[in-house]
Structures are given as structure tokens and as C-alpha cells.
């Protein structure tokens, strides 16, 4: 009986090694998609940043996704290449900015589909 538990054990144990290493390498697969989606959507940073800040009146946003802006856009101008840190801050960034610049475009430039049902459930999944 104890030799049969100990061979469990360690069949148990050699499956979770294996999916330790599964989970292992698919995380490090996703994370360097991540990086690399990181760094091609830098490159377009500033566009984008000006695209936002001439296109979206201050007083439709929270004043901190201008100062944010702001911060991000002075990192772009100063240097070609961005520390882990910062990678990471701008992808952040990005999903913080997206509910409140996609609900201020959306209440300037089409505030008809605020009144259509399918459109409500959509941006409350989104959390909007």
C-alpha cells in the first residue's frame, strides 16, 4: 500500500511538472506577443496621442487622461527606445484610456447610437 502511494505521488507530481512547463511556455509566449504588440503600437504613439487631444475637447474627458497623454507623449519624444517599465505602462495606459476616450467620441460624434439597445449592451460589457 505504501509502495502504491508513493508511486501516485509521484505520477502526480510528474503531471503537475509537465503542466507547471505547459502554463511555463504559454506564458511566456503570450508575453512576448504582448511586448511585441507594445512596441509596434508605440511607434504610432504620438499620432494617435494627437489624434485624441485635437479631436476630444478637454472638458469631455477626466483631467487625467490628459495629463497621462502628457506624460506618455513626452516619454515618445525623448527616447526611441522604451525600458520593460515603460512598455508595460503604455499598454496599461492604453486600457485605461479606452473607456473614457470611446464613450467622449462616441456622446460628441454619434451620441444617436447611445439610444439603440444592442449599442447599451455592448459598452456596458465594456464597462462604459
Request: net charge neutral; charged share 20%; glycine share 8%.
Amino acid at each position: 500500500m505504501k509502495k502504491l502511494l508513493i508511486i501516485l505521488l509521484l505520477m502526480a507530481g510528474a503531471g503537475c511538472a509537465t503542466s507547471i512547463e505547459s502554463v511555463s511556455k504559454d506564458y511566456a509566449a503570450s508575453s512576448t506577443a504582448l511586448k511585441d504588440f507594445a512596441r509596434i503600437s508605440n511607434k504610432d504613439w504620438l499620432f494617435g496621442s494627437g489624434i485624441i487631444q485635437a479631436a476630444i475637447p478637454a472638458s469631455s474627458l477626466p483631467s487625467w487622461v490628459f495629463d497621462e497623454l502628457k506624460i506618455i507623449d513626452e516619454w515618445m519624444r525623448e527616447n526611441t527606445e522604451i525600458d520593460e517599465w515603460r512598455l508595460g505602462y503604455t499598454v496599461g495606459m492604453r486600457i485605461r484610456l479606452a473607456g473614457p476616450i470611446i464613450q467622449a467620441s462616441i456622446k460628441q460624434y454619434a451620441p444617436a447610437l447611445l439610444g439603440i439597445k444592442e449599442v447599451m449592451m455592448v459598452l456596458s460589457f465594456m464597462g462604459l
